[in-house]
Each structure stands twice: as C-alpha cells, then as structure tokens.
Nanobody, 115 residues
C-alpha cells in the first residue's frame, strides 16, 4: 500500500524559510511533485523531481524553492526560502508511479506567510 505523509508546514514571517517533507512508503521509482492550493484558487504545481533526477519549478518560485530527494529515506523535500505572503496555501505532495498510471497524494500541510 502506497502512503505519502507530508509535514513541515507552519506560520512564518515574510522572508522566512520552511522545509516541507514528504515521506513515501510502498513506492520506490516515481516522480514527485509539490502542489499548492490557496483559498479560492486552483491547485498548482510548484516543483517536481523526476525519477531521472530532472527538476522543474513554477516561475513564481524559481530561485527561492528547492526540491530534493533522499533516496535512503525515500523522502522528498521542498526547501522554501524568501517566503512571501502569496506563498500561503495548503501544500500537497504527489507521487506518480514510474511503472503505472497511478499517482498518490499526501494529506496536505498548511503554510502561512504573515507578519
């Protein structure tokens, strides 16, 4: 059974940093994406790391966010620096199985950027 557990959200002041984690079990080869959804807005892709190691970022977070993977822990991280109020959202991790059409979602973690 595949399970994704997201953690690391919280309240931070503008300019601050947070690191989100998504621990994966039951899946080893996958593309991981971090998405976010702000109130009244559609869910959007923030960053992705492919099974090949290729990285992809939304323009709004380039230079501020970094996605990485620890294969030994089967965990994907999203380091978020220079946070802005517009980064406030619920952040979700999604793992797309490299060998099937299935993908899986974590439970979401709230990130609030406010002074």
């Amino acid at each position: 059974q595949v399970q994704l557990v997201a953690s690391g959200g919280g309240l931070v002041q503008p300019g601050g940093s947070l690191r989100l984690s998504c621990a994966v079990s039951g899946l080893s080869i996958y593309t991981m994406g971090w998405y976010r959804q702000a109130p009244g807005k559609q869910r959007e892709l923030v960053a992705a790391i492919f099974s090949s190691g290729k990285l992809n970022y939304a323009d709004s977070v380039k230079g501020r966010f970094t996605i990485s993977r620890d294969n030994a822990k089967n965990t994907v991280y999203l380091q978020m620096n220079s946070l802005k109020p517009e980064d406030t959202a619920v952040y979700y991790c999604n793992a797309a199985d490299a060998y099937s059409a299935y993908d899986y979602w974590g439970q979401g973690t709230q990130v609030t950027v406010s002074s």
